[in-house]
């Protein structure tokens, strides 16, 4: 035993754990406490860099995980609306990193203000990202565009009118890239 267990005394941080736990912060909260700190601390400062991204993928989202290979259509709903993404039998439906296509498509289309877009290299959105630009992260981007652009995805409301029920349905349409 320590010397402050013979002596009746407790380190403080043992008292504050048993009596006030939850003023105890993880190195994992001090990290997130950190990250919005900087953000307010960029926004106030107008150095923030703005992402965009289209409704159907803010509203309702593609998958976080991989789904299974026979699996090849999702669907989302967040309230009214609908997201339904088939996958391409070869390449499957895009998940998880795969959502950082449309986010830099569309970035680069507000940048642009053009629905036809143009970069460099496929390094420069890996960078954008904070991504390695080794060959393992590229041929993961190479998949990621094989699996959006493979795919065909809808987005519509369900609405009720009367009793009827309508729905409306919009492919998305995808600007046209120039590598």
């Not at 380190?11 to 406490?33: E, F, N």
């Not at 700190?37 to 991204?53: D, G, I, K, W």
Request: aromatic share 10%; hydrophobic share 40%; charged share 20%.
């Amino acid at each position: 035993m320590s010397q402050f267990h013979h002596s009746g005394l407790q380190p403080a941080g043992a008292i504050l754990r048993g009596t006030c736990p939850d003023l105890i912060v993880s190195k994992q909260k001090l990290k997130q406490a950190e990250r919005i700190q900087l953000v307010r601390q960029n926004r106030e400062q107008a150095t923030q860099t703005l992402c965009f991204n289209s409704r159907p993928f803010v509203l309702c989202g593609l998958p976080v995980r991989r789904l299974p290979k026979d699996q090849l259509l999702y669907e989302r709903r967040n309230g009214r609306f609908v997201l339904q993404v088939t996958g391409h039998p070869e390449y499957g439906v895009p998940f998880g990193q795969d959502r950082l296509v449309p986010i830099f498509l569309a970035t680069l289309a507000v940048q642009q203000k053009s629905q036809t877009i143009r970069f460099r290299t496929a390094a420069e959105m890996l960078e954008t990202f904070g991504m390695q630009t080794g060959g393992k992260e590229y041929r993961r981007l190479v998949g990621a565009f094989e699996r959006v652009f493979s795919a065909t995805i809808f987005f519509g409301t369900d609405a009720l009118k009367g009793s009827a029920k309508v729905v409306e349905f919009d492919a998305l349409n995808w600007p046209h890239l120039m590598v």
